[in-house]
């Protein structure tokens, strides 16, 4: 699925220019979201932790934290098919975050999504899609990774046709500012986490957590530097590309379990992704 936001900025895929163009190139990432402010709408309460080799304490101040999103075309399958002899090839496919959990548990906890060793997180593309959701006002559907087992199948009508099939990854790229903070006693800890924090322990190691949606009071900024966190997602969402014609041609995909779906051209993806935008306003006006 896209949204109407994204369909105004996906990029085009690659297309055949004629019946011998059997190899595809590699699509380049466009940007499709840029500089994205993460409100801080989070409802966790703060936390610190202490740096494995410096043992200071440090957290990420979500007051300048940016989001940019890239998307590109990766290609499945590049065929020639002809009249009466349909093409069909099963493939494994990636969908869902595409990182390790360590990764993505990193990324939750920047944005503010509570994660960690103690506390595990069942669903974390679920959560990562609602905060980010909630935080910049923008749509984000992220789900956690499956491998799916896909046959596709393509067929062509009267005349030979190349078919180049395409499934849209996207990138998320956060970066803000790492804040080490001059704690050095209890002090300084419960001015930085408050009076009643409590201990927690993090993949980043030993950590602290607020218990109130209170302000920093009273810890001192010792420095800041940037950070950059990417999190990959292969999404659901396939299209095909196709010489002379995709009006000859027809693609359909089919998991296990699960009956066939047929994969738009291109220009199907835009139109329904603007028919299900016109669908979700009448609703809401009903």
Same mark, same amino acid.
Request: aromatic share 6%.
């Given at each position: 699925?896209?949204?109407?936001?994204e *369909?105004?900025?996906?990029? %085009?895929?690659? *297309?055949?220019? $004629?019946?011998?163009?059997?190899?595809?190139p %590699?699509?380049?990432?466009s940007?499709?979201?840029?500089?994205?402010e993460?409100?801080?709408?989070?409802?966790?309460?703060?936390?610190?932790?202490?740096?494995? !080799?410096?043992?200071?304490?440090?957290?990420?101040?979500r007051?300048?934290?940016?989001l940019?999103?890239?998307?590109?075309?990766?290609?499945?399958?590049?065929?020639?098919?002809t009249?009466?002899?349909?093409?069909k090839?099963?493939?494994?496919?990636?969908?869902?975050?595409? #990182?390790?959990?360590?990764?993505?548990?990193?990324?939750?906890?920047?944005?503010?999504?509570?994660?960690?060793?103690?506390?595990p997180?069942?669903?974390?593309?679920?959560?990562? #899609?609602?905060?980010? /959701?909630?935080?910049?006002?923008?749509?984000?559907?992220?789900?956690?990774?499956?491998?799916?087992?896909?046959?596709?199948?393509? #067929?062509?009508?009267?005349?030979? *046709?190349?078919?180049?099939?395409?499934?849209?990854?996207?990138?998320?790229?956060?970066?803000?500012?790492?804040?080490?903070?001059?704690?050095?006693?209890?002090?300084?800890? $419960?001015?930085?986490?408050?009076?009643?924090?409590?201990?927690?322990?993090? !993949?980043?190691?030993?950590?602290?957590?607020?218990?109130?949606?209170?302000q920093?009071?009273?810890?001192?900024?010792?420095?800041?530097? !940037? =950070?950059?966190?990417?999190?990959?997602?292969? /999404?659901?969402? =396939?299209?095909?590309?196709?010489?002379? #014609?995709?009006?000859n041609?027809?693609?359909?995909? !089919?998991?296990?379990?699960?009956?066939?779906?047929?994969?738009? /051209?291109?220009?199907?993806?835009?139109?329904?992704a603007?028919?299900?935008?016109?669908?979700?306003?009448?609703?809401?006006?009903?």
């Amino acid at each position: 699925m896209i949204t109407l936001e994204e *369909s105004n900025q996906i990029p %085009l895929p690659p *297309s055949p220019a $004629n019946l011998d163009d059997i190899v595809p190139p %590699l699509a380049r990432p466009s940007v499709i979201f840029n500089n994205l402010e993460l409100k801080d709408v989070i409802a966790e309460p703060l936390y610190a932790y202490k740096e494995e !080799r410096s043992r200071r304490w440090v957290n990420f101040d979500r007051r300048n934290m940016r989001l940019q999103v890239k998307a590109d075309w990766v290609n499945r399958v590049a065929v020639k098919v002809t009249p009466g002899n349909a093409f069909k090839q099963t493939e494994t496919i990636s969908e869902g975050i595409a #990182s390790s959990t360590t990764v993505t548990e990193m990324f939750a906890t920047t944005i503010g999504v509570k994660t960690g060793i103690s506390t595990p997180v069942a669903d974390l593309g679920a959560d990562i #899609s609602t905060t980010l /959701s909630q935080s910049t006002s923008q749509t984000f559907q992220i789900s956690n990774n499956r491998q799916v087992s896909t046959e596709f199948t393509i #067929s062509t009508g009267d005349e030979d *046709s190349v078919v180049w099939l395409w499934q849209l990854n996207r990138a998320y790229l956060l970066s803000g500012d790492l804040v080490t903070w001059a704690v050095t006693g209890d002090k300084g800890i $419960n001015q930085l986490t408050g009076t009643n924090s409590r201990k927690v322990l993090t !993949r980043d190691g030993e950590g602290r957590e607020r218990t109130n949606q209170m302000q920093v009071n009273g810890a001192k900024r010792e420095g800041s530097s !940037r =950070f950059e966190q990417m999190l990959p997602v292969d /999404s659901d969402v =396939f299209v095909f590309t196709a010489f002379p #014609s995709t009006r000859n041609v027809t693609v359909q995909m !089919r998991d296990a379990g699960q009956g066939p779906v047929v994969i738009p /051209s291109f220009t199907g993806l835009l139109q329904s992704a603007v028919a299900e935008a016109d669908e979700t306003t009448q609703t809401a006006a009903a």
